[in-house]
């Protein structure tokens, strides 16, 4: 772990005179955050790095506007984030989760939450994951934002409030009606589909 | 019993997965994203020129399709600036009256 955090300010003079190895250290520096937000926000058919570079591209255009009101790592966040919720606007919304297009294993998955039992193994977390995957496409992206980075990154509303720039309410009220969204969901899966 | 919230539940269970491998950034990434970003830096002096030749372009359009358009008119205007010249010009109804 960095003991030492790194020289902002002089990373972004140098980029502002045009200095190539400045660039290439700030995206480097920067890269773990850019990467761990697009990855946990990723839409389907779009490839990580290539979302990563779109960050890193609209970070230096933009870099004029940036006027050193909050930490860079913030600022950056938030163009990370909103270029997750552009990409995730442009995929088309998958049509309605069936039980039928659930695998062996995430079968299981939703039957063992939705009868109450529980599984502790990796293969089931994983399940789990990509259950939760599926379940997130049939919200809309700024919904599936929040709940993600609430209840599967466990950040507070304050975190999530820096990372998307979002006031508390606006995000309370989305988590509010992605969780009655998932829950009408739940309830549309055991009641309609469940063999 | 309330039965526990099934997203809640699934959720916890997604979270077991452990942490994805070391961010690791791809060979030559830094160094293409880092150029590509300050190229891009220096474009928006290229994008003012492309825009003014667009201008410019587009204005002289304007210039040819109003030349063509207006063109059969100027012979019956001028004809009729003629006609009311003459109708006009004192001279020559003082000449005329000699």
């Not at chain 1, 909050?70 to 990409?87: E, K, N």
Request: glycine letters at 4%; aromatic letters at 6%; charged letters at 30%.
């Amino acid at each position: 772990m960095d003991d030492q955090a790194p020289d902002y300010d002089a990373l972004l003079a140098g980029v502002r005179r045009g200095d190539q190895a400045a660039a290439r250290a700030l995206v480097e520096v920067l890269h773990p955050l850019v990467r761990k937000i697009v990855r946990s926000h990723l839409p389907r058919r779009v490839a990580e790095e290539d979302l990563a570079q779109e960050v890193y591209l609209k970070m230096f255009s933009r870099l004029e506007q940036y006027r050193g009101e909050m930490p860079l790592p913030h600022w950056v966040s938030r163009i990370a984030v909103t270029t997750c919720i552009d990409h995730l606007r442009f995929q088309q919304r998958r049509p309605e989760l069936r039980w039928a297009d659930l695998s062996e294993t995430e079968a299981e998955v939703l039957d063992a939450v939705l009868s109450g039992s529980d599984g502790e193994d990796a293969t089931d977390a994983l399940a789990a994951k990509e259950l939760v995957g599926r379940l997130l496409e049939q919200l809309s992206p700024a919904d599936r934002t929040v709940i993600t980075l609430l209840d599967l990154e466990q950040k507070s509303v304050a975190e999530i409030r820096a990372l998307t720039g979002w006031g508390t309410s606006m995000i309370k009220v989305r988590a509010f009606r992605a969780r009655r969204k998932l829950r009408k969901l739940f309830e549309q899966l055991e009641r309609k589909e469940r063999p | 019993m309330k039965r526990q919230d099934p997203w809640l539940k699934l959720v916890a269970a997604a979270r077991r997965v452990p942490a994805d491998e070391p961010m690791e950034l791809p060979p030559g990434f830094a160094t293409r994203v880092a150029a590509l970003g300050l190229a891009q830096r220096r474009e928006p002096a290229d994008f003012f020129g492309v825009f003014a030749l667009r201008a410019l372009g587009l204005a002289l359009a304007v210039v040819v399709t109003s030349a063509v358009v207006g063109f059969p008119l100027s012979p019956v205007s001028a004809a009729d600036n003629n006609a009311s010249d003459d109708f006009d010009d004192p001279v020559a109804e003082l000449v005329a009256q000699l």
